[in-house]
């Protein structure tokens, strides 16, 4: 059974760092971390694709957040910098065993997520 468990998530305020974890049970082509805020709807932040041979990122975030991928641990990692309150969002990883143009796009290209972990950032 294919399974994504993130962690890391929580409350910060503006200005302070997290870092998201997902570890899959297995491997996959991409994994992608996505989030949702209430009453919004559900928008890529970054990917990276076939253990890190290339990441993606939403405008919004790039140069504040980094994907990575520990290829040991199949995990992989969202380090989130300088979060401003628009971050706050459930935030979801997903993964596909598919090659994806635009990973960024289209979240029901993935066929595998995890169950979400919340981020709230505070002014």
């Known amino acids: 059974q294919v399974q994504l468990v993130e962690s890391g998530g929580g409350s910060v305020q503006a200005g302070g760092s997290l870092r998201l974890s997902c570890t899959a049970s297995t491997t996959f082509t991409f994994v992608g971390w996505f989030r949702q805020a209430p009453g919004k709807e559900r928008e890529g932040v970054a990917a990276?694709?076939?253990?890190?041979?290339?990441?993606y990122y939403a405008a919004s975030v790039k140069g504040r957040f980094t994907i990575s991928q520990d290829n040991a641990k199949n995990t992989v990692y969202l380090q989130m910098h300088s979060l401003k309150p628009e971050d706050t969002a459930m935030y979801y990883c997903a993964a596909s065993r598919s090659f994806l143009s635009d990973p960024i796009k289209g979240a029901s290209r993935y066929s595998y997520w995890g169950q979400g972990t919340q981020v709230t950032v505070s002014s």
């Open positions: 990276i694709y076939s253990g890190g041979a290339a990441t």
